[in-house]
């Protein structure tokens, strides 16, 4: 479901800025404005009242992201319950030529596992997913591993509040 939201900043997220087109999940920005005033994007995730809120499990989305600067996309999973022990980000692509792609997970102690810089063509389509399990979280992009966190953080800091999937501009 497309979402609503005002940031501090002044800038949103509007339904109006997400659609469905040739069986696609399209979504739009507007607005250059440096400091966010005005700015719109959209936003979409699976956070309604039937929708999948889990603790672990494997996600995996299909997507490209069209060259353009001003907005970034990012897909990612995001607790039920603000901020909650942490978050997933399978991706995160900052720079118009989508070319380099990010990942991360904000771990229940507040400590923030990233990825290396990740240079793809993210312009085709790709495979993104998440493998969150007690112990461990697994990000790849098209099969390859980008982000493992065993033997990097210990499993007690892993998240275990309830997540859904989102999809956004920001």
């Not at 603790?55 to 992201?65: D, E, L, M, S, T």
């Not at 991360?104 to 923030?112: F, S």
Request: negative net charge; proline residues 6%.
């Amino acid at each position: 479901a497309p979402y609503e939201l005002r940031r501090q900043n002044g800038s949103s997220w509007s339904p109006s800025m997400v659609r469905m087109e040739g069986g696609e999940l399209q979504i739009s920005g507007t607005g250059r404005n440096p400091t966010g005033r005005g700015n719109i994007a959209g936003g979409g995730c699976w956070c309604r009242d039937d929708a999948p809120m889990r603790r672990y499990g494997v996600w995996q989305v299909r997507a490209k992201f069209d060259v353009g600067g001003g907005y970034g996309p990012v897909i990612g999973l995001w607790p039920t319950e603000g901020d909650g022990e942490g978050w997933i980000t399978l991706a995160r692509v900052d720079q118009a030529s989508r070319t380099t792609l990010y990942a991360l997970v904000r771990t229940r102690d507040d400590h923030t596992v990233e990825s290396e810089p990740v240079s793809a063509d993210l312009t085709s389509w790709h495979t993104y997913s998440v493998e969150w399990r007690p112990d461990s979280v697994v990000l790849r992009l098209d099969d390859e591993v980008v982000l493992d966190t065993r033997g990097r953080i210990a499993p007690a800091a892993i998240p275990t509040s309830p997540m859904f999937l989102y999809v956004q501009l920001v």
